[in-house]
């Protein structure tokens, strides 16, 4: 059987975005309340240094929260997709995406190959495309696997955003999950 998450050792706690930016660091609240793609916005960022690296994809069963957000039935399993956002190496952004299996169906199969092709790029350009559901998480260091927290030298509290997508009548979760180097963006990686 498949673990829930390569990168979390725990379920992150959410909560309504508007009570959560609160105590969200002023740096951090743009990248938090991003309306559009982030993808895009990363891109725009970093320019061509912008990558995304799959640290894992499998059917596992979500965490109970995830399974309560997309109404799934007990034990249930999903495709999880975890990945790094990333500027030529960098890390950026720690993403998990949640994906029932009555999503990959028909025009949307291409959902489960996606490989080191960012979600964001596809997911942005169905048509109907819907966003509810924002929630906001403070990730303390010691709520990632330890593994992750060592490779992407995770020292201090990381805030993320939870969102649901509903393209026609499917839909996935998608959670993004800030590094304190995408923070610091200003110019393009690669110049």
């Given at each position: 059987m498949?673990p829930?998450s390569?990168?979390?050792?725990?379920?992150?706690?959410?909560?309504?975005a508007k009570?959560?930016t609160?105590?969200?660091?002023?740096?951090?609240?743009?990248?938090?309340?991003?309306p559009?793609?982030?993808?895009?916005?990363l891109?725009n960022?970093?320019?061509a240094?912008?990558?995304v690296?799959?640290?894992?994809?499998?059917w596992?069963r979500p965490f109970a929260?995830?399974?309560?957000?997309?109404n799934l039935?007990?034990?249930?399993r999903v495709?999880v997709?975890e990945?790094?956002?990333?500027?030529?190496?960098?890390p950026l952004?720690?993403?998990?995406s949640i994906?029932?299996?009555?999503?990959?169906r028909?025009?949307?199969?291409?959902?489960a190959?996606?490989?080191d092709?960012?979600l964001?790029e596809l997911l942005f350009?169905y048509?109907?495309?819907?966003?509810?559901?924002?929630e906001m998480?403070r990730?303390r260091?010691?709520?990632?696997?330890?593994s992750i927290?060592?490779?992407f030298?995770?020292?201090?509290?990381a805030?993320?955003?939870r969102?649901l997508y509903?393209?026609?009548?499917?839909s996935?979760c998608v959670c993004e999950f800030?590094l304190?180097?995408?923070?610091?963006l200003s110019?393009?990686c690669?110049?």
């Amino acid at each position: 059987m498949h673990p829930r998450s390569l990168i979390f050792q725990r379920e992150p706690v959410w909560r309504p975005a508007k009570a959560s930016t609160w105590g969200a660091p002023y740096a951090v609240r743009s990248w938090l309340a991003e309306p559009g793609s982030l993808t895009a916005r990363l891109r725009n960022a970093v320019g061509a240094g912008f990558g995304v690296r799959l640290i894992g994809q499998c059917w596992a069963r979500p965490f109970a929260d995830e399974a309560n957000l997309l109404n799934l039935p007990p034990r249930q399993r999903v495709l999880v997709r975890e990945v790094l956002l990333h500027c030529e190496g960098k890390p950026l952004v720690l993403a998990r995406s949640i994906i029932p299996p009555r999503t990959l169906r028909g025009i949307h199969c291409g959902l489960a190959h996606l490989g080191d092709r960012p979600l964001g790029e596809l997911l942005f350009a169905y048509r109907g495309l819907k966003r509810s559901h924002l929630e906001m998480a403070r990730v303390r260091p010691t709520d990632w696997k330890l593994s992750i927290a060592r490779e992407f030298t995770i020292e201090s509290p990381a805030w993320g955003r939870r969102s649901l997508y509903q393209v026609g009548k499917v839909s996935l979760c998608v959670c993004e999950f800030f590094l304190p180097t995408v923070l610091t963006l200003s110019e393009p990686c690669d110049e």
